[in-house]
């Protein structure tokens, strides 16, 4: 089982801002993902199949140490979260193309979140 540290970004809050919390992933020191607001796990999963990693991956506390929890890279690469009006965040199946429409070619790439 592989190591990646979860670091969480604290934004100040804002008037209209849905997210108050960022998160990157790190693997062997290198940040894989960075500052992901959807669900952070996942897009690292994406970036680790990328790599050819697979099997299960622990996710740990940057700040702390401590485990918070584990994935499966090959079914989490599959996976994002969605949150609707009506219902709260649940996993739904990854589509590629949903998300590639969506940004311009100057946008950042999807699992590197909002630029600092």
Known sequence: MIECRLIVHKTPPTPGRRYVYLYSVSYEGETIVNRSHDDAACDAARALKARGIAGKALMLDDATGKPRY??????????TVAEGNADGPRFVKWRESQYVSSHSPESPPLGTGIPE
């Open 70 to 79: 584990v994935i499966n890279i090959e079914k989490a690469a599959k996976m």
